[in-house]
Nanobody
């Protein structure tokens, strides 16, 4: 079965950086698009970033463009999210997600991880 396990969350001061990782198993990783979402307290889960199967195409939410970078390593079945210039409003639980269809990865991916907490202090 599909398993997605996130790591790398934590507490960081505003302006700092964190790198999230997601390790995938149970499916053919290179055949699926990958994405990151987040959910802040009291808010709906929102799209953050996505990357195509081979990594040639990426997409970002406007709120993170220029600060976050998504990447993937198909040899290691992993996807990363490098987060720089973090702001208190980036505080949320961050989820890794996957779907075989690029058209679904930023809205309704089929599979989700359990999430990792990111807290940015001011």
């Amino acid at each position: 079965q599909v398993q997605l396990v996130e790591s790398g969350g934590g507490l960081v001061q505003a302006g700092g950086s964190l790198r999230l990782s997601c390790l995938a198993s149970g499916y053919t990783f290179r055949s699926y698009a990958m994405g990151w979402f987040r959910q802040a307290p009291g808010k709906e889960r929102e799209f953050v970033a996505a990357i195509s199967r081979r990594g040639g195409v990426t997409a970002y939410a406007d709120s993170v463009k220029g600060r976050f970078t998504i990447s993937r390593d198909n040899a290691k079945n992993s996807v990363n999210l490098q987060m720089n210039s973090l702001k208190p409003e980036d505080t949320a639980i961050y989820y890794c997600a996957t779907d075989p269809n690029w058209s679904s990865i930023d809205s309704s991916p089929a599979y989700w991880g359990q999430g990792t907490q990111v807290t940015v202090s001011s």
